[in-house]
C-alpha cells in the first residue's frame, strides 16, 4: 500500500455503460491528480485538484467526469467511452513544496477495458 | 511538450553503473525521478529544483543542468532490486502554486540480471 488506495483494481466496460473509479488518500496531502497509462506512451495529465478545487482539465474528452468531494477523495466517472480509452488510469497526491514533502505518491492504479 | 528520455531500455548485471538522462525543449522549474515496477505503482524516488543541485538516494543520484535543461540519473553498483521502468517527470514555471503539474517522459526499462 502507497497511501493512496484506488478501487477497483480492474475493470471491464461495455461502451454504453457508466461506471466510476474511486481514489483515496490519508497522507494530508491537498492537491490529487488523475492521470492516463497507455501501452508505449507516457502518462498523460488529465486532471489536477488543489484543494478540492480543479485547477487543470487537460482537454479531456467530456465522457470523463471527475469529482473531488474533499481532499482525501478523488472519483472518474466514466460514460461511453470507446476502446482507445482501454488503459491503467492512475491516482496521484502531494504537499505543497512549501510542506516539505515533495513528489507525487501514486496509486496502485485502475486497469480499464472497455470492450 | 514530453521530456526525450534516454535510452529507452538497458540491461545490466549486477554491480555495473547506469545513467539514465532526460532532456527538455522548454525552462524548467524542477525534476522529478520515478521508478515503477511492473503491475506496481510508480514510486517517487528524488526531486531536482532549479540551482543545479545534485541529489542522492542510496546507490541512486542524480543531476539538473538547468541551462541544458537536462536530468540525469545515476545508478551505481546496480542490484535486482533496481529493475523497472524509470520516468522523469518535468515541471515547468508555470504550474499553480499548490499543486505541480508533470509531463513525463516515456520511461526507460532497466533490467538487472544476476
Known amino acids: 500500500e502507497t497511501g493512496v488506495t484506488q478501487t477497483p483494481r480492474h475493470l471491464v466496460m461495455g461502451m454504453t455503460n457508466k461506471k466510476s473509479l474511486k481514489c483515496e488518500q490519508h497522507?494530508?496531502?491537498?492537491?490529487m491528480y488523475w492521470y492516463k497509462q497507455s501501452a508505449k506512451k507516457p502518462l498523460e495529465l488529465m486532471f489536477v485538484?488543489?484543494?478540492?478545487?480543479?485547477?487543470e482539465n487537460n482537454s479531456v474528452p467530456s465522457r470523463f467526469s471527475p469529482e473531488c468531494p474533499n481532499s482525501s477523495h478523488l472519483f472518474l466517472h466514466l460514460h461511453t467511452l470507446q476502446p482507445e480509452d482501454s488503459a491503467l488510469y492512475l491516482c496521484?497526491?502531494?504537499?505543497?513544496?512549501?510542506?516539505?514533502?515533495?513528489?507525487?505518491?501514486f496509486g496502485s492504479g485502475t486497469r480499464l477495458t472497455v470492450v | 511538450q514530453q521530456p526525450v528520455q534516454s535510452p529507452q531500455a538497458v540491461i545490466l548485471r549486477e554491480g555495473e553503473d547506469a545513467v539514465i538522462n532526460c532532456s527538455s525543449s522548454?525552462?524548467?522549474?524542477?525534476v522529478h525521478w520515478y521508478r515503477q515496477k511492473h503491475g506496481e505503482a510508480p514510486v517517487f524516488l528524488m526531486i531536482?529544483?532549479?540551482?543545479?543541485e545534485q541529489k542522492g538516494h542510496d546507490k541512486i543520484s542524480a543531476s539538473f543542468n538547468e541551462k541544458k535543461q537536462q536530468s540525469s540519473l545515476y545508478l551505481t553498483a546496480s542490484q535486482l532490486s533496481y529493475s523497472g521502468t524509470y520516468f522523469c517527470?518535468?515541471?515547468?514555471?508555470?504550474?499553480?502554486?499548490?499543486?505541480?503539474?508533470?509531463?513525463f517522459g516515456k520511461g526507460t526499462k532497466l533490467s538487472v540480471i544476476p
Open positions: 497522507l494530508g496531502h491537498n492537491a
Open positions: 496521484a497526491s502531494s504537499q505543497d513544496y512549501g510542506q516539505g514533502n515533495y513528489g507525487y505518491t
Open positions: 517527470g518535468t515541471e515547468d514555471p508555470y504550474s499553480g502554486a499548490g499543486s505541480y503539474q508533470l509531463t
Open positions: 531536482l529544483l532549479k540551482g543545479g
Open positions: 522548454k525552462a524548467l522549474y524542477s
Open positions: 485538484y488543489n484543494f478540492k478545487e480543479q485547477t
